[in-house]
């Protein structure tokens, strides 16, 4: 009797070996495909990172591209203005009293020739601001004085007040333009904004 209950214990002792080595080895197993998981969700996390690295890229990139534009489009428009707008400019500034040559110099350093040109609220090709239009009789928009003929009406307008409260000055007459008909001292961007005036004046005659 003594000899079977230890054959028996024996018997008992290996079976619960047995379940605990199984028991083992699925506990190892699921701590392997667990940390398989969390290695797979890792490199989840890893490729999302990356694409949210590479949209942020993308978008300032994109952003970017288009703050340039509106400089890199401009200079396009100066064949342009050879032929129809230096024209309407032309007609412009003689119905305004505004010798043409400073007209035109006023333009190209205001806008490069570009109707669509915005800055700081300044539109188009005189880069007048709504405001100041509207003091001149302008009733619309913004939007309105990206026209050509609309922004060179009122444009030239306030160019030839700052003409004649200069007696004639280029370099006062665009101080004002640049700055307010009420400005006195030359600032350094006035003095530069003369200088490319004057440069661009004697290019032409």
């Not at 700081?120 to 004085?145: C, D, E, F, H, N």
Request: hydrophobic share 35%; with cysteine.
């Amino acid at each position: 009797m003594q000899e079977a209950s230890k054959a028996d214990a024996a018997r008992t002792e290996a079976a619960l070996g047995q379940v605990e080595t199984g028991a083992l080895r699925r506990h190892s197993s699921h701590h392997v495909r667990h940390s398989r998981r969390h290695h797979r969700h890792g490199g989840h996390h890893a490729r999302v990172s990356a694409v949210e690295t590479g949209s942020v890229a993308e978008q300032a990139a994109s952003a970017a591209a288009e703050q340039q534009p509106v400089r890199g489009k401009a200079l396009g428009y100066a064949s342009q203005a050879r032929g129809g707008l230096k024209d309407l400019i032309a007609k412009h500034a003689a119905a305004n009293g505004v010798p043409f040559a400073l007209a035109d110099a006023v333009v190209r350093i205001e806008s490069r020739y570009n109707p669509g040109a915005s800055n700081g609220g300044a539109v188009g090709l005189m880069q007048i601001k709504p405001q100041t239009a509207r003091g001149l009789g302008y009733s619309g928009g913004a939007a309105g004085l990206k026209n050509p003929e609309t922004n060179l009406t009122y444009g030239m307008k306030y160019l030839a007040q700052a003409y004649r409260m200069s007696g004639g000055s280029t370099c006062a007459t665009v101080m004002r333009y640049q700055s307010g008909h009420y400005a006195r001292r030359a600032s350094a961007a006035n003095r530069a904004y003369c200088g490319k005036a004057q440069s661009i004046m004697a290019s032409a005659s």
